[in-house]
């Protein structure tokens, strides 16, 4: 479940091409396709400038996607609100496939959270983000 201070605002899928057979061989696709979603999400949190709590559930093999339940720290919902339209997340995503961008609903495919976390495999566990480059002055900030 996510962290408590935190709202989940977005459920998102994120796909791309099937990998190719060189990357299946290597063993490397599914490394690829986590590291893009780093620099997505590291990308999403300086655009907003807010803190970000998010959990990844994904599916493997040559259908590979992500489904994302991203949080905002509450307090900092107001400033989400007015900096939402600064992340275009077709841009942010490098295969700029983007199959869901949705308003959070709890009760997406049942229940959202088993759905992300339980129906695929659970890769990033209510995972935080932190829009700040260097010490960041909010008291608590337990990220990096
Ligand atoms: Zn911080």
Known sequence: MMDSQYTPVIFGTLTQPNPSDRQLKRGDAE?????????????????WRVHLCVDVGYEDGFNQHSHLI???????????????????????????IVKHWD???????????SYVTKKHIHLLDSHLRCPQRGKCRRGGCSVK
């Open 31 to 47: 490394r690829l396709h986590t590291d893009e979603l780093a620099m997505f999400l590291a990308r999403a949190t300086m655009r």
């Open 70 to 96: 991203i949080g905002v720290l509450t307090d900092e919902l107001d400033a989400w609100r007015r900096n939402r339209d600064r992340f275009d997340p077709r841009r942010a995503w490098r295969w700029h």
């Open 103 to 113: 308003d959070y609903d709890p009760n997406h495919e049942g229940d959202c959270f």
